[in-house]
């Protein structure tokens, strides 16, 4: 069974950065997309960042220039957050596609969510 374990998230004042990482564990095969995604109390969870095996790059229209994704590793990504902004407020969850042992295609697994709170 694989898990996804979220760290980084805190309290920061506006204008500050945060680093998040995730990382899968259990015996994987392979993983194709990673993201991230976000969501705000009172709202949808929405997309912030996403990467493909391939290496292409999507970003909310509210994070460019701000945030920017990497795969640090086979089972890592990371989320770094400059210049943020009050209204980046929410608990951020990580997302992977994965190919693990017991299962014969490829995967969503979601993350726990860790919060994010800045400050103004």
């Known amino acids: 069974q694989v898990h996804l374990v979220e760290s980084g998230g805190g309290l920061v004042q506006a204008g500050g950065s945060l680093r998040l990482s995730c990382t899968a564990s259990g015996t994987i095969f392979d993983i194709n997309a990673m993201g991230w995604y976000r969501q705000a109390p009172g709202k949808q969870r929405e997309l912030v960042a996403a990467?493909?095996?391939?290496?292409?790059i999507n970003y909310s229209d509210s994070v460019k220039g701000r945030f920017t994704i990497s795969r640090d590793d086979k089972k890592t990504v990371a989320l770094q957050m400059n210049s943020l902004k009050s209204e980046d407020t929410a608990v951020y969850y990580c997302?992977?596609?994965?190919?693990?042992?017991?299962?014969?295609?490829?995967?969503?697994?979601w993350g726990q969510g860790t919060p994010v709170t800045v400050s103004s």
């Open positions: 997302n992977m596609d994965v190919w693990a042992r017991g299962q014969d295609r490829y995967l969503e697994v």
């Open positions: 990467r493909t095996s391939g290496g292409n």
